[in-house]
């Protein structure tokens, strides 16, 4: 993403159809119009500002725009951002926090909205259940006021994981905001709201107060597992990942948000393009609703990650499997220090020394290149970047090794294009067996890509039984059948419908024209991958035969809706 200054002869509609009006994703002609503050909701739900009042403690200030809604509920965890005890921390520091939506609150997004989230990767989906919190808070010291300190935050709330633009987007507007205070922010909004929604595979140009962001998606969405994060423990990279693979409980205790939350969204992307299917927190408090769900120890910890800074945690959590302890992040050319992994009960404060605290026994031998060659980045001062550029595609290939004998076994699972019949339902995928998908590892395992040895029949199976390998069959189970529907549609459109029609009786003619039309429905509302010329194609095959009917079925066919 890069960021230029808007030259005055550019409109923010430049790259768009036009006014109120956009193309669908798949180039077909026909727009669909746009309400007001649509194009600002492809985005964001809303704007808040966070104060400190002596009387009333924080609060929130200003939501915007202003018919956006909150509960109380999501208002709590908006004031979670002055939660943290800030003593000394003066000057100005971003994070990030996740919440659950309020259950019962209707989702905003148009058809047109979900149609562009159907076609991004599964991993970069928004998530309907859950809210993020982009964070810019300022801290400074100012006698004219009675608390002494000028203490204030910009949150943006967001369905969409777009850690890195959301966090370039604070660091240029709310400086500014802090100065110029409400009207600035209004002018902010507008400006969204002029924004092309987020198109996959489009270069995007965003203006925001006189600076052209561009962007390329979906880059954008992934958050980046910065090499900085994953500094105080890299020795231990690999376990981190199997342990996020499995969904495994794990906490993160930092010192302060921003590092917390950036360490929790580097974990979580790093099985990247395999979707984290479980819940995660980047920060996360004692005043959080989930607290005692999360803290309870009559049950086994949850399969979440946890990011916090309160000491507190570190008695609440201690019966943790997992616990990682990050100390304040190296800057470039320190070279940490190789530690071992630790034994829970030696985790007995926040102040304890940083390192992986975990029983848990590794199930791939450790790939001594990989950490040799990140060391060697550290002591030669390689840019931050350029190490985490190394570190991202080392779990790229190590998440792709693992997934691709899974896609392969999955794929197996779909019946032959020859047995979809125009004139039966189509059919249904083979039952996933474990059995059957471990003998194809012999021949065709992650062998075949990674060159890592050690127990990955014993990985596997662990992993069957993660929230991660549900979500992902899930998510492929779906995508897999309204295949089969789709296909099943085309081989209905290259069918003579009006032939078949004639060879049979007015009831058969009348149910099939119903049926058609059910199928033209759920293509609509389940966005299946049809083609818009299969459609019409369709369309015309269904008026064809309404034609060739007597007047008076005409007429009520015409007129009948589908269900």
Known sequence: MSLRERSPGRTAEDGEDAAGALAEPDGSDRCLSLLPWDRFSAWLHCVCVVGFDLELGQAVEVIYPPHSKLTDKEVKYCLLVYLFPYVGCLGDTQFCFRFRQSPGRKVSFCCFLDQLDRDLPVYLKKDPAYYYGYVYFRQ???????????????????????????????????????????????????????????????????????????????????????????????????????????????????????????????????????????????????????????????????????????????????????????????????????????????????????????????????????????????????????????????????????????????????????????????????????????????????????????????????????????????SRQKEMTQKLEALHLEALCNENLVFWSQKHTEVETVDLVLKLKNKLLQADREHLPVKTDTLKKLQTHINDIILALPEDLQDILLKTGTT
């Open 140 to 474: 400074v010291r100012d006698k004219s006021l009675k608390r002494g300190y000028f203490q204030k935050s910009l949150v943006l709330i967001s369905k969409l994981p777009y850690i890195h633009l959301f966090r370039t987007m604070l660091k240029q507007i709310a400086p500014e905001y802090f100065e110029k205070s409400e009207a600035f922010l209004e002018a902010v909004c507008s400006d969204v709201d002029r924004w092309p929604p987020p198109i996959p595979g489009k270069i995007l140009h965003l203006p925001v107060m006189g600076i052209i962001m561009k962007v390329n998606t979906p880059c954008i969405k992934i958050p980046q597992s910065g090499f900085r994060c994953f500094c105080p423990v890299f020795f231990h990279i690999q376990m981190l990942w199997e342990l996020v693979l499995l969904g495994e409980p794990l906490v993160v205790m930092a010192p302060s948000p921003s590092e917390s939350s950036e360490t929790v969204l580097a974990l979580v992307s790093c099985i990247s393009p395999l979707k984290y299917c479980s819940d995660f927190r980047p920060y996360f408090t004692i005043h959080d609703s989930e607290f005692k769900e999360y803290t309870t120890r009559t049950q086994a910890p949850p399969s979440v990650i946890l990011g916090v800074t309160n000491p507190f945690f570190a008695k609440t959590l201690q019966h943790w499997p997992h616990i990682i302890r990050i100390g304040d992040l190296k800057l470039p050319g320190e070279v940490p220090k190789q530690v071992k992994v630790k034994k829970l009960k030696n985790l007995k404060t926040l102040d304890s020394k940083p390192g992986v605290y975990t029983s848990y026994k590794p199930y791939l031998n450790k790939d001594e290149e990989i950490v040799k060659q990140l060391q060697k980045g550290v002591q030669q001062k390689r840019p931050t970047e350029a190490q985490s550029v190394i570190l991202r595609r080392y779990f790229l290939e190590l998440t792709e090794s693992f997934i691709i004998p899974l896609e392969r076994y999955v794929a197996s699972l779909m019946p032959l294009q020859k047995c979809i019949s125009p004139w039966k339902s189509p059919p249904q995928l083979r039952q996933f067996s474990q059995d059957d998908f471990m003998k194809t590892l012999e021949k065709a395992g992650p062998q075949l890509t990674s060159g890592l040895k050690g127990d990955w029949i014993g990985l596997y199976r662990h992993f069957l039984k993660s929230p991660n390998f549900d979500g992902w069959f899930r």
